[in-house]
């Protein structure tokens, strides 16, 4: 049988499948080729720049297993896909860590407004020091602030793991009733338990200083223009999601009018194009969807994804 990694696959995760009897290719096929080339193949593996819809589905019906790399599978027709009996899977627990330290990386960016210094002392460094130093200088600490985390599952939690190592304060919302504590494993194993709070989306978006989105995008925003004049004066937002779940152009405005003081995206609505109001914004911390893009996350993902493949395609 033949595995085509499309967007890639960690080593490790190669090795296993080629050890139990394999071939794995990791050729990049574009999208417009996939449906006359995919028929060569038994299974598929992508991350989010490969689409697997219900035409390409269709035009190969040899395809037995469908494995995302990462969490979100709004790129894969999974329902329809299922629906022809193609196995369907992907890889939620293993890039959860990076993607939580991907968001405090971004929030310690924010509070030392790191985002427009690095921009700016290349350029006025050696000649605006004094006032580069005054315009830094109302930094604010972590400790102590809230931090509201809109979904919790896996990627959440962990997120709400760092924030609590931080000394912060964190309450969360979510579709189902999530824990009313916390396990953070501390250096030598120590383990304790530490309260979080669940609460409903508006009081979420009403009293946290810090927002972070951990939500696959429906139909609309989460936090859309009739949320933002909910939300607390001078709060800063992040998305390592997906995109759409902020409205950008929204974003913008609050981001202008003060209400927002800084925000932190690592997703866009129209990738890999992001708008310009967006990517040029004094006022926005940027990283081009990089979330689970740590060796250690994608060696996880390879191995878990491998182990998955195998298993459906043994059955």
Known sequence: MRILANDGIDPIGKKLLEDAGFEVDTTHIPQEELAEKLNSYDAITVR???????ALIDACPNIKVIGRG???MDNIDVDYARSKGIAVVNTPAASSLSVGELVFAHLLNGVRFLYDSNRKMPVEGNTNF???????????????????????GRIGRETAKIALGLGMDVIYSDLFEGPQTLPLTLSGGIQVD????????DE??????????HVPFTDKPVIGKE???????????????RGGVIDELALVEALDSGKVSFAALDVFDNEPTPRAEIIKHP???????IGAATNEAQERIGEELANLIIENLKK
Request: avoid cysteine; hydrophobic fraction near 45%; glycine fraction near 10%.
């Open 48 to 54: 989010s720049a490969t689409k697997v819809r219900q």
């Open 227 to 241: 949320e933002f004049p909910l939300l607390k004066d001078g709060v800063a937002l992040v998305n390592a999601s």
């Open 194 to 201: 530490i309260p979080v709070k669940q609460v409903e989306v």
């Open 130 to 152: 004094a006032g580069l130093k005054k315009a830094y200088a109302k930094g604010v600490e972590l400790r102590g602030k809230t931090i509201g985390i809109v979904g919790f």
């Open 204 to 213: 979420l978006l009403k009293t946290s200083d810090f927002i972070s989105l």
């Open 283 to 289: 006022k926005i911390s940027l990283t081009p969807h």
């Open 70 to 72: 990462g969490v979100g």
